[in-house]
C-alpha cells in the first residue's frame, strides 16, 4: 500500500513539472537524448545569433542546465524542444522570421559560478569558436551572460584580430562591473543594446566592491561602487533603455518570459530610433502593454505623474489598466 501511495505522488510531482506532458516512452526519450559531444564549430555560414545564459544560482538549476545542454556552444537542433533556451529562439523567431531564423541559433553553456575566474574561463573558451565566423553575429546574453560577452573583447586584443567583430551585443538586466565596463568601448562592439529595469535588485546585487579582483584588474584611480550598476557612459554605439511590463518595473527573471521575448525585435527597434533623436543620452523608457499591443515610448516627466512602484501596487486592486502615452 505505501508502494503505491510512493508511484502516485511520484507520478503526480511529474506532471505537475512545467511543460511536462504525457507522451509515448519512445517519444519521451527521444525528447531526453541528449548529444553529449562538444561542438568546437566551425558556425554555419551567413547569419548566426548566440545566447548566453546568466549565473546559475543554486545546485538545482545547474544540475537541470546540464541534463538539457553540455557545456560548450550547442546548435538549435541539440537542445530539446521543450528547454527554456528552446523556447526563447522559437518566439524570437515567429516574432521576427527574417532576423531569426531557427537554424540559425546557438545556445552556449557555461558553468554559470558567481565569480569573475569562470566568466573569464567561459569567454576564453568561446572565442576560439566564434573567431573565424565571417557573417553577421548577434549576441543575446543575459544577467552574467553580458560579463563572458563583454571579456570577448578582451581576447579579440590579445589575439591581435582586427576583423572580429559582433554586429549586435544585445544585454538583458546585465549587472555592469567596472572590470568589464571598459570593453564595452572596444571596436568589436558594433551596435550594444542594454535592457534593464530599476526593480531588479538581482541586476546589481552582486557587490563587486568586496571582490578583490575588482581592485586587482582596474587602474587604481578607479571608483569602485559597493553594487553592480544597471547602465553604461553614454556612448554612440550603445543604446539603452528602461523597460516595464504593464506599466511596472519588471524582475530578473521577467527578461526571460515569453511576454517580454516576443517584443524583443520591436523592443531594438524602438530604442534604436530614440538613440537618433538623443544628442547627448542615449536613453529610452519603453513600456510593453497586456495582451497583444505593441511597446510604445513613455516619458519620463509623465512617467513620475503616474508610476505606482510595484511594493504599493501589489496592495492596489488592478481595476484600470496603465495609462499609455
Known sequence: MKLLIKV????????????????????????????????????????V??????????????????LEYPHGINPFNLIRTRSILSTIAHTLHTSCPKDFPLDSFYFYSWEGHLTFESRFQAAKKLYPILRSHTGPLTIITHSHGANVALYLAHFAH??????????????????IQEVTKPYACSNVFKEIYNLYS???????????????????????????PLFSER????????????????????SHLHFLLTQFIKQLPLLLDLTKQAARFSCTKNFCILNIPRGNQAPHYVHESELKKNYIPRSQRDRITRLTPFKSY
Open 231 to 250: 547602465i553604461f557612459p553614454p556612448a554612440p554605439h550603445i543604446l539603452q533603455a528602461r523597460i516595464l511590463l504593464d506599466g511596472q518595473s519588471p
Open 158 to 175: 590579445l589575439d591581435n584580430n582586427k576583423d572580429f567583430a559582433i554586429d549586435r551585443l544585445i544585454l538583458l538586466a546585465p549587472p
Open 198 to 224: 530599476s526593480a531588479d535588485f538581482m541586476q546589481i546585487a552582486d557587490m563587486q566592491g568586496l571582490y578583490p579582483e575588482s581592485y586587482k584588474y582596474t587602474a587604481p584611480t578607479t571608483k569602485i
Open 49 to 66: 545569433t548566440v545566447i548566453i545564459h546568466g549565473t546559475k544560482s543554486s545546485f538545482f538549476s545547474r544540475t537541470v542546465s546540464n
Open 8 to 47: 502516485i505522488l511520484l507520478f503526480l510531482s511529474a506532471i505537475c513539472i512545467p511543460g511536462w506532458k504525457i507522451v509515448p516512452l519512445k517519444q519521451r526519450r527521444n525528447q531526453l537524448h541528449i548529444n553529449r559531444s562538444f561542438f568546437s564549430g566551425p558556425l554555419k555560414e551567413g547569419a
